[in-house]
């Protein structure tokens, strides 16, 4: 079925930026929206941003609000995540998923990567 592979993550001081990729492989995605999550040592998996399938629409946490920007150029297998202003407690393995069913952050994602690191350091 869909495999997802993120990649753009690495090491960043505090107040840069860094952009990630998430490719779509294996079946079409055909209307999938997207999502972009994110886990940090000890804590909860933690939705970040959402997309729409035709990217008309988006959605983001409280936390990343006005600093991370989600996006699309071939909206239906490729997706972006912009961060900026990039605060240590941004540090964690970042997720992108897939879903068929849902849209938004609280949407269950039914395929998911195997994830790209963001180290934040202050």
């Known amino acids: 079925q869909v495999s997802l592979v993120e990649s753009g993550g690495g090491l960043v001081q505090a107040g840069g930026s860094l952009r990630l990729s998430c490719t779509a492989s294996?079946?079409?995605?055909?209307?999938?929206?997207m999502g972009w999550f994110r886990q940090a040592p000890g804590k909860e998996r933690e939705s970040v941003a959402a997309?729409?399938?035709?990217?008309?629409?988006?959605d983001y946490s409280d936390s990343v609000k006005g600093r991370f920007t989600i996006s699309s150029v071939n909206a239906k297998n490729t997706v972006y995540l912009q961060m900026n202003s990039l605060k240590p407690e941004d540090t964690a393995v970042y997720y992108c998923?897939?879903?068929?069913?849902?849209?938004?952050?609280?949407?269950?994602?039914?395929?998911w990567g195997q994830g790209t690191q963001v180290i934040v350091s202050s």
């Open positions: 998923a897939a879903t068929s069913t849902g849209f938004g952050i609280r949407a269950r994602y039914e395929y």
């Open positions: 997309i729409t399938w035709s990217g008309g629409s988006t």
């Open positions: 294996g079946r079409t995605l055909g209307r999938y929206n």
